[in-house]
């Protein structure tokens, strides 16, 4: 069992910035996949980023150029850094692992899941 807990959202301009982390507290995590997912009222959950045991990344086209995830397995843990976010990037964003690295944008392929924390972003 891997227990995933995300933390630094908040509420932001638009245009401004945000880091996420997502940690596993006395779990080692360098031999997960590590992905982001969003989810907004009444939508379904969105792939958002995700980085391999290997480091290779993978991301949404709505978020390129704006978003990177890295991680530090050092530190078990996995970022999500979001600049010049915008309005339609307001959601619950959860953090999620898994093993292998197929199809790294598909939710139902993670077994590990936070709790989400929320992003509102105002116009």
């Known amino acids: 069992q891997v227990h995933l807990v995300e933390s630094g959202g908040g509420l932001v301009q638009a245009g401004g910035s945000l880091r996420l982390s997502c940690t596993a507290p006395?779990?080692?995590?360098?031999?997960?996949?590590l992905g982001w997912f969003r989810q907004a009222p009444g939508k379904e959950r969105e792939f958002v980023e995700a980085?391999?045991?290997?480091?290779?990344?993978y991301y949404h086209d709505s978020v390129k150029g704006r978003f990177s995830i890295s991680r530090d397995n050092a530190k078990n843990t996995v970022y999500l850094q979001m600049n010049s976010l915008k309005p339609e990037d307001t959601a619950v964003y959860y953090c999620?692992?898994?093993?292998?690295?197929?199809?790294?944008?598909?939710?139902?392929?993670?077994?590990?899941w936070g709790q989400g924390t929320q992003v509102t972003v105002s116009s």
């Open positions: 999620a692992a898994r093993t292998g690295s197929a199809y790294p944008d598909r939710p139902y392929g993670y077994d590990y």
């Open positions: 006395g779990r080692t995590v360098s031999t997960y996949t």
């Open positions: 980085i391999t045991q290997s480091g290779f990344t």
